[in-house]
């Protein structure tokens, strides 16, 4: 008899913290994340001594983030071609540059690798892209 009262005293435990279980649940929200998905940041090391005095001369916001995009894909596509062909180029181009076009790079990355580009050809005596009227 004793574990008649014991077990149904369990069952009815159970179901009463069932119950308020069940009711917890209703005070929950969901709540949209406000985190980025892609929360990456990408830096551009530049290892010549007289770049980074160079850019201060560069003024950051004279170009949107799309024209420095659209400018280093064609940069770095003349870049890596010249690069692959070195028995015609020499080794002034000694790395391969894996841009993508598709990652978002950030303003201060595609600036500071578009002037990259820049100080290169002026440092170098040579022009990468055609055409300097449209800097």
Known sequence: MKTKILFIMMI???????????KGKEKLKVVADTVAVDSTEY?????????????????????SDSYYRAKNILYVNEWNSRYMNQLYNGTMYDSYIDYRPEIDYGLDFNYRLYYYFVYFEEVNGVRLLPGRGDR
């Open 12 to 22: 009815v435990l159970l179901c009463t913290l069932s119950l308020n279980a069940q």
């Open 43 to 63: 830096e551009l090391v530049v290892l010549d001594p007289g770049f980074e005095s160079w850019l201060l001369m560069k003024p950051k916001n004279q170009h």
